[in-house]
């Protein structure tokens, strides 16, 4: 499939304010590919389809993770809204064809993180959080820290204690993974 293909599914298949923000994420990711050297074409795409399994409302997406043999986490049965990540992951590679691992592992890894992100894991988690579309209270500071900022792992690192403070906030549980992707880079750090 090609990207116009792709684009022209996703749109028929998600409600307009979520195409919206898939397409926002996209360009911004292409932003921040162009900054840090990421592959830009690998960054569009995964920016524009990271979201693909939000045709599905929160209350099925249980459902479609059994369908596809994901499983479902202590976190995610509480808080299934995490399984779109995991399922969109599958999703790109049944409808939409790709068949990039590090496409499906940026997708997978988009809402909670990972430890030890790809560069375009990194993209795609931050991306998401920053695209034009977003609106809440940081988010301008986040972007201005992007465009300040000249090394990714900053970055993520200050996106990953921005997104804790918020859960933490919220008093809802924290998926390890998040934990886990901020350790690391605390762990690694050379910026």
């Known amino acids: 499939m090609t990207?116009?293909?792709?684009?022209?599914?996703?749109?028929?298949?998600?409600?307009?304010?979520?195409?919206?923000?898939?397409?926002?994420?996209?360009?911004?990711?292409?932003?921040?590919?162009?900054?840090?050297?990421?592959?830009?074409?690998?960054?569009?795409?995964?920016?524009?389809?990271?979201?693909?399994?939000?045709?599905?409302?929160?209350?099925?997406?249980?459902?479609?993770?059994?369908?596809?043999?994901?499983?479902?986490?202590?976190?995610?049965?509480?808080?299934?809204?995490?399984?779109?990540?995991?399922?969109?992951?599958?999703?790109?590679?049944?409808?939409?064809?790709?068949?990039?691992?590090?496409?499906?592992?940026?997708?997978?890894?988009?809402?909670?993180?990972?430890r030890d992100m790809t560069p375009l894991d990194k993209i795609i988690y931050f991306a998401d959080m920053i695209e034009p579309n977003r609106n809440y209270p940081g988010v301008e500071e986040l972007r201005d820290f992007a465009e300040k900022s000249s090394e990714l792992d900053e970055i993520i690192l200050k996106a990953l204690d921005e997104s804790i403070i918020f859960i933490v906030q919220k008093a809802t549980l924290l998926h390890p993974d998040t934990i886990a992707a901020r350790n690391f880079l605390l762990l690694q750090k050379t910026f």
């Open 3 to 114: 990207i116009d293909e792709m684009r022209r599914e996703l749109q028929r298949r998600l409600k307009k304010d979520r195409f919206a923000h898939s397409i926002g994420v996209a360009n911004t990711a292409v932003k921040l590919a162009k900054k840090f050297g990421v592959d830009v074409d690998r960054a569009y795409t995964a920016g524009l389809l990271h979201d693909c399994a939000r045709e599905f409302e929160n209350e099925q997406l249980p459902a479609e993770a059994i369908k596809r043999g994901i499983e479902i986490g202590e976190v995610e049965k509480t808080m299934p809204l995490l399984l779109h990540a995991y399922i969109g992951a599958k999703m790109v590679q049944e409808i939409y064809g790709v068949d990039d691992a590090e496409i499906i592992q940026a997708i997978h890894r988009h809402t909670v993180g990972a």
